[in-house]
């Protein structure tokens, strides 16, 4: 049984490995037609999409909102993308040194929590897996036609592992450090969960206390939706397509808590499959350096 952390960020990264058959989630006002009395302000972000359902939010409040959600979401790709040159993340990765590099507060944390959790799961949450994302054509590189040899699984993991990165805090900020000049830190796992945590505070800072919250898979939402139950969230299958409908108070785990909370992280959507002579899902597996054949689906 999973325990469920009051930070959506920590309940993301929990949740990580369970999402493998579920390809989509959508709010279910979408189902009910309910969205008609909420204010919905949605649009595409981190190479996925974005939704915010506001209850009790006058329309003519829309554009300033939207800016500020579009501000905020543009910061943290600018943060934490693998797929721009420029990022925080990117400069990083493509820093052949080993000196400390600056990075903002919220990414030192989310960066911390990653370590933390892999440590605990003894390595199977690994940010530093970058290598093995990019061989497998998962990352922003070059797709490959075929499925990677023994010898570029086994180069790639000369590169990986979380005793080599590590987050100091001094004075005048927060710095990332990796001791291989080579080192290709990924925070896909995390990003979306990120993204999400901070526009839910931002919704809050605007006096807003009903709303629904997504980026790509990850989910936060408080209060009630326009017909006064839980807000709920359409889980899509993979296989069947079919659209189930589940509240997300049934995720809740504490009583004391400020807002029913539940983050997920799509590590893999229909577009992560590629050509292989294996095909395999985007999930990749530290441990075993392969994607889990477990989670193979038919052709």
Aim: charge should be positive.
């Amino acid at each position: 049984m999973f325990h469920f952390k009051r930070s959506s960020l920590s309940l993301a990264l929990s949740l990580a490995g369970v999402i493998a058959g579920v390809t989509l989630l959508s709010s279910c006002d979408n189902v009910t037609n309910s969205s008609k009395d909420a204010l919905v302000i949605d649009g595409k972000t981190m190479g996925t999409f974005y939704r915010v359902s506001l209850l009790g939010v006058d329309k003519s409040r829309e554009p300033e909102l939207r800016k500020q959600i579009e501000a905020q979401l543009a910061e943290d790709d600018h943060e934490m993308s693998t797929y721009k040159e420029d990022s925080v993340l990117s400069r990083f990765n493509q820093y052949l040194g080993t000196a400390p590099q600056p990075i903002s507060a919220g990414m030192a944390d989310a960066i911390v929590t990653s370590l933390r959790i892999g440590q605990k799961t003894g390595g199977e949450m690994d940010i530093t897996v970058g290598p093995l994302v990019n061989l497998w054509g998962f990352g922003p590189q070059k797709q490959p036609t075929k499925t990677p040899t023994d010898e570029q699984i086994a180069a790639a993991r000369q590169e990986i592992g979380l005793q080599h990165l590590k987050v100091i805090q001094q004075s005048d900020g927060q710095y990332l450090q990796k001791d291989m000049p080579n080192m290709y830190v990924d925070l896909s796992t995390v990003g979306e969960g990120y993204a999400t945590d901070h526009l839910a505070r931002l919704i809050e800072a605007n006096g807003i206390s009903n709303y629904l919250v997504s980026v790509g898979g990850a989910v936060v939402s408080r209060g009630h939706n326009p017909k006064g139950n839980p807000w709920q969230v359409a889980i899509q299958s993979r296989l069947t397509k079919t659209m189930k409908c589940r509240p997300l108070w049934i995720y809740k785990a504490w009583v004391s808590a400020p807002r029913a909370v539940i983050a997920t992280i799509m590590s893999w959507t229909v577009s992560a499959f590629r050509t292989l002579s294996t095909r395999r899902p985007a999930i990749q597996s530290p441990i075993s350096w392969f994607p889990p054949r477990l989670l193979l689906l038919p052709r």
